[in-house]
Each structure stands twice: as structure tokens, then as C-alpha cells.
């Protein structure tokens, strides 16, 4: 029988940040056990807006050495499928691992939306489900991945916000950068009356 965890978060951001720093949280030297994130694809609606990506996740396993021997690999291969539609505020992002599914099913669903009590804040669901077939072993190797599941959902969420504030940073000097260029321009045009302004 396959286990399941649910966790929950408010991020102290508004939306659209969090759904622009999702996409920055990799590499990050928190999770150095996350080697690379590639696009596979990537469709915008432009009727609606939506957008649906397809990432590749390669992972190196952190688990105990009998897991990995059982495995053969350290190396980890999940496939990442999001949806982010701006129109109605919400982002999802479903991950299921395509290495070692005949030993291990792990599945994640990220959810990002506004939260209900403060408009300014987002909302954050994540849940796994963590299904393993080799018989006498199946609730320990569960168990083991989930109890990991739950110890990167932190780190995770960490990550979220270092990425949130470079994300700020870089909007702060892009704005910085408009200001100078618009002070420069009014500086060297004649004295007229015309009155340059964004």
C-alpha cells in the first residue's frame, strides 16, 4: 500500500513572484544532489496564456548503500510537467520518477496560488505519494523516501526564497538601470520643454 504526505506552506510573497522564482531554485548549493534540470518542451497558449513545460530532473540518491546496490545507480531521472496559468492565478507542477519505476514510484504535485486570507501571499501544497514493489522490503524503502521527501521539502522551500530575493535584486537594478538611462537622456537633450518620463 503506498504512502502518503501532504504539506503545506505560506509563502510572504505575491504570485507572480513565486511563479517566476520557481523556475531559478536550480542550482542551488543547498541541493547539491540535484545535478541538472533540462526543458524537454515548452507550449504558451497565447488564446489563454497558459503555459505547460516538460523538464527533465537528474538527481544524484542520497539513500543508505543497500538502496543504491539494489538500484545499481546512484543517479536519479525524474520528469517534471507544469502548468502555470496567469489568468487564474495558478501554478502546478507534477513530478513522477522515470528511473527505477519496477522498484520505486515517487509522485509530487506542487500547487502555488493566492492565499485566501492575504492576496499579497501564496499558497503552497505539496504532495507525494511513494508506491515500492520489492516484497518484504516495500514499507522500509517507502518510509525511507518519504521521510527524505519531507527533509527536501524544507530545503525546498528555502530555496524558493533565496530565489525570490535574487529575483527582487535583479528587478531593483533593472529599475536602477531605467532610472540612470532616463537621467542620462534628459541630460543630453537641448533645454527644451519636453519632459521625458516613463
Known sequence: MPLFESLDHVFKHPWHDIS???WRKYPNPARPD???????DRQL?????????????????????WLQNLMGTSLLYFVEEATVDPRKQTMVLTSK??????????E????????????????FRQDAKVTAFPFGIKNKIETLVLDGFVKNANKGREIMEQAIARLKQEQRRVEELAEEGLA???RSLPATNINVAM
Open 108 to 123: 509530487e504535485t506542487c500547487t502555488y496560488t493566492p492565499y485566501a486570507e492575504n492576496k499579497d501571499y501564496t499558497s
Open 184 to 186: 542620462n537622456l534628459e
Open 34 to 40: 540535484v545535478l541538472s534540470v533540462d526543458m524537454l
Open 97 to 106: 520518477n522515470v528511473s527505477f519505476s519496477n522498484l520505486l514510484v515517487m
Open 20 to 22: 517566476q522564482a520557481s
Open 45 to 65: 497558449d497565447p488564446s489563454t496564456g497558459v503555459l505547460t513545460t516538460k523538464r527533465l530532473i537528474c538527481m544524484k540518491g542520497s539513500g543508505p548503500t
